[in-house]
């Protein structure tokens, strides 16, 4: 589940009905519209950034999305929600599928949902102001960044507001260079004697000479709620000229003195109700009758009282139900409170307050105010209670952070509370820690049972199974797999067969220790089981999901052909449970797009690519970012266009997040393919320096992709300075990675292999001995459909390929079995440049080779508007024109057409 939005935080507060004008102010926020991304409003507390921000707003004609953040919005995901719910309120579909991300187990980074984000905003046909208040509060890291992020690749139709009492660290410098940026801080907002005299005697309703305005006017510097306090303090004064001249010194003091007055002069009741209420950071009227606890005053009531009364309340909604007091007054109340009452007697206000928010579902607030109280008992209570919901919904980093706050002495003594601590730092990559308080949570098992505290039996009696399960995902953080399969299989064992999701965790733990390890045999066998039991419980979603998984493990076997038959079954499951399955499904058709590229169809491959980039805007799947960039860069590889393959893998690092799913084929392993490629030699050197790969590597399947890149560097190194020891060990390395693969059934790999084993036979001068090579390479892939593992190698290949057609031809005078293989493969390779057609007749224009780059680029029409601000049916009229010009009809024509043409 997700966390619930407040809707009090997206409320634009209302304008002040009686305010003074500051056109000033306002045409310095006018201007910040003329061509500049971003306005900071930082000042210290009361000088009315909120109260200006809102007023101008409310006279602007431009669409306003709010957020009023706070403390909890450091939390980078809660931040992000927020984010994509203030969009909404001027957009409603903006940022749904970030959302779905959001709430998936593993959540794609920040920098890659606000990518999506961005894109859907410069798809907003209207110029909108978008206001971050109160950012002072955050104090994250990751929030900062994802700012820095946000400012930097703003579209222009959003202008960013931020309003804060200390400047967020954004590159300001370089943002006032290029005029990007507009500045209002206190020496700006500070009200000038005019304002001070017509705020204080229009708004405040008072009559005070010039010279008082000026003296009051000096005291305060001009500062507004200091003004606004003295205001309230004259009131109940006659002679108003002895009162201002009687304040003097240093500024709190004078602040001090002014809340003073302010309380004393109103009644008792009033009094009582502000001080007691003071522990809340947000007050409603059923609230505040709970903690009172007093029929005689009415909650509600007296928050209206005091927000006519302008006591330093804001209304918080429309409906005037929430209120909080001005952070400043508020602190001054609890200093008050702490004064006229005793700890033990505020900690029952806490409590009660706690109680109510438990029973109207804020569990953070509940805890907070147990915390408050020191009643950690209660507060450690809820945090069992809260973790199970908070887990399912990913806010166990927030869950983290309450449960710090409790004394080791009462963690200690629950051991279920141990246990979801350990699971909170286990999700977090924090080995250590978590292993720590799993050992917390068995030494309180063999402890007496009197000590030990149990609030909910059915975690108590999971206990068991979550720690083995613990144990097996904190040994694959480390890398010893093994051990995670050891604890994986104790923890399916000592988990009820009713409680599915935890099986299906503990199961998919264990069948990707066999992955990583190389056994693809042993692995597929357990995803076909689990996807078989899935499906006999009833669970779906589980059994589509880990198709694709399956696929990809029989992919890495060579079995391309069962592998598409895995893809075809799960989709058919999906369409029996569309609605819940479309969000996942998207790694399917990628997988689809990429075998029917493999096996040279590249109709399917482009409608299979189409289908799954729309699909992946709505997944959940938390490395769909991933896996959608590196095919893309393999496709743009296979086109011959490196440097936006190279750019494109760059998007896949910064997007891979770990998963079960191993990491066998690292990005930088395949950049230095690419660098080969592009015959930058030291680039790919650089690679093998900087890890540490030598020839002498035990080969293992994590590791086999980067050996074999290995070899290919040792290949053309030999190629570039002749040296006989290059080619002796690449051919050496290559041959224990062959025995490797064969042992292990890896018939992908072995291919790799062999294709790599060709290449240097043929490089070595053996001709004969590398068509041997190739013919065997060439019987095992004929079978499987393999094209583009040919292909992609060029023109050496092509070479190599022509020569072994008429070497079997010789041999076997034209009916040799792999003499219509090798001319399909033939056939694939680009045309050289001189058998080309003719340029167009008519050219394309900027803009139509504009969409054409995107459309090559595997861009739906929507993608393609949204990234050059075009209306799709605008998209669409350029599609026609283009494939008019092209003369052709479809999408994968166009592409092939502009390549023979030198267009992309």
Avoid at 778 to 797: D, K, Q, S
Wanted: charged share 25%.
């Amino acid at each position: 589940m997700s966390a619930p939005i407040l809707a009090t935080k997206l409320h634009i507060p209302l304008p002040r009905p009686k305010a003074v004008l500051r056109p000033r102010l306002m045409e310095r926020l006018n201007e910040s519209l003329r061509g500049r991304k971003l306005t900071m409003i930082s000042a210290p507390a009361g000088f009315g950034k909120t109260t200006l921000v809102s007023e101008w707003v409310a006279g602007c004609k431009r669409p306003v999305a709010w957020i009023s953040l706070d403390e909890g919005d450091g939390d980078s995901v809660r931040f992000m929600t927020y984010l994509v719910a203030a969009l909404q309120t001027l957009a409603a579909d903006v940022g749904s599928g970030v959302l779905g991300a959001l709430q998936s187990p593993q959540p794609s980074s920040i920098e890659s949902l606000l990518t999506i984000l961005l894109n859907e905003i410069a798809a907003i046909p209207n110029d909108f102001i978008f206001v971050l208040d109160d950012y002072h509060e955050i104090d994250s890291k990751l929030v900062d960044q994802a700012l820095i992020f946000l400012v930097e690749h703003l579209p222009p139709q959003m202008h960013l507001v931020i309003g804060t009492r200390e400047d967020p660290p954004l590159p300001l410098a370089r943002l006032r260079a290029r005029g990007q940026l507009t500045e209002l801080r206190a020496a700006d907002l500070r009200f000038t004697p005019a304002e001070a005299a017509d705020f204080l005697n229009r708004v405040m309703g008072l009559t005070l000479s010039a010279d008082d305005i000026t003296a009051l006017e000096t005291r305060t510097e001009g500062w507004i709620a200091g003004l606004q306090l003295a205001a309230l303090s004259i009131h109940g004064h006659h002679d108003a000229s002895s009162f201002i001249q009687s304040f003097t010194g240093a500024h709190h003091f004078v602040l001090d003195y002014l809340l003073e007055e302010v309380l004393q002069q109103q009644p008792e009741n009033i009094q009582k109700f502000l001080l007691q209420t003071s522990i809340l950071g947000r007050l409603c009227g059923s609230l505040c009758d709970a903690l009172l606890q007093d029929a005689a005053v009415s909650g509600q009531e007296t928050l209206e009282y005091l927000e006519r009364a302008n006591l330093f309340i804001i209304s918080l909604d429309n409906e005037r139900r929430w209120y909080r007091y001005h952070h400043l007054f508020g602190d001054l109340l609890l200093q008050r409170l702490s004064q006229s009452l005793t700890p033990e007697e505020i900690a029952k206000y806490h409590i009660r307050a706690s109680e109510w928010y438990e029973k109207n579902g804020d569990e953070a607030e509940a805890f907070q105010h147990a915390i408050a109280a020191k009643d950690f008992g209660r507060a450690a209570g809820l945090a069992e209670i809260y973790w199970q919901g908070m887990d399912e919904s990913f806010q166990t980093a927030v869950w983290l952070g309450w449960v710090k706050q409790l004394p080791e002495s009462v963690i200690r003594s629950r051991p279920v509370l141990c246990t979801q601590i350990g699971w909170a730092f286990m999700d977090a990559s924090n080995v250590d820690a978590s292993e720590s308080r799993l050992l917390d949570a068995e030494r309180c098992l063999e402890g007496s049972p009197d000590e030990i505290v149990v609030v909910d039996e059915d975690q108590f009696r999971l206990l068991p199974a979550r720690i083995a399960f613990a144990r097996a995902y904190n040994a694959q953080t480390r890398g010893d797999f093994s051990a995670t399969a050891k604890y994986a299989e104790l923890a399916v064992s000592l988990t009820p067969k009713e409680n599915h999701f935890m099986r299906a965790q503990a199961t998919i733990m264990l069948g990707s220790t066999y992955w990583a390890s190389g056994d693809l045999d042993a692995a597929c066998k357990f995803m076909s089981d689990w996807i078989d039991s899935s499906q006999k419980a009833g669970n779906f979603i589980f059994a589509i999901a880990s198709g694709s998984g399956k696929a990809d493990i029989l992919t890495a076997q060579g079995s391309l052909r069962e592998a598409i038959n895995t893809y075809q079954q799960s989709l058919q499951l999906a369409s029996a449970h569309e609605k819940e399955a479309q969000r996942i499904t998207s790694h399917h058709y990628l997988g689809l797009a990429m075998l029917s590229h493999e096996m040279g169809d590249d109709d399917s491959a482009a409608q299979h690519l189409q289908k799954s980039l729309e699909l992946g805007e709505q997944s959940t799947l938390v490395d769909w970012p991933y896996r959608k960039y590196s095919a893309l860069a393999r496709l743009k590889e296979s086109e011959g266009d490196l440097e936006t393959a190279l750019s494109l893998w760059d998007d896949a690092k910064r997007s891979y997040v770990s998963t079960p799913i191993p990491y066998t084929r690292p990005v930088d392993a395949m950049k230095a393919r690419i660098y080969l490629k592009q015959r930058r030699l030291s680039e790919a050197q650089k690679w093998v320096r900087e890890h540490e790969l030598s020839i002498h590597d035990e080969p293992s399947y994590l590791h086999e992709f980067e050996h074999i890149t290995l070899a290919q560097v040792l290949i053309a190194e030999y190629q570039s300075n002749r040296e006989e020891r290059s080619i002796l060990d690449a051919l050496g390395l290559l041959e224990r990675l062959l025995k490797a693969a064969e042992d292990g059934k890896r018939m992908g790999s072995v291919l790799e292999i062999l294709m790599t084993t060709v290449l240097a036979q043929r490089a070595h001068g053996d001709t004969s001995q590398a068509f041997a090579t190739l013919e065997r390479t060439l019987t095992l892939a004929y079978p499987e459909g393999y094209v583009r593992i040919f292909v992609n190698e060029g023109e050496p290949m092509r070479s190599l390929l022509l020569e072994f057609r008429s070497f079997i031809e010789k041999q076997s005078r034209g009916d040799h079995a792999l003499f219509g293989y090798v001319d399909k493969l033939l056939s694939a390779f680009v045309q050289p440049k001189d058998a080309r057609p003719s340029k167009l007749i008519e050219p394309l224009s900027p803009r139509e080779l504009e969409v054409l780059q995107l459309i090559a680029q595997g861009l739906s029409n929507d993608e393609i508007g949204k990234r050059l601000f075009l209306a799709l049916d605008t998209v669409k009229g350029h599609n026609r024109k283009i494939f008019d010009k092209l003369q052709v009809q479809r999408r994968t024509e166009a592409v092939a057409r502009a390549r023979e043409l030198d267009l992309i």
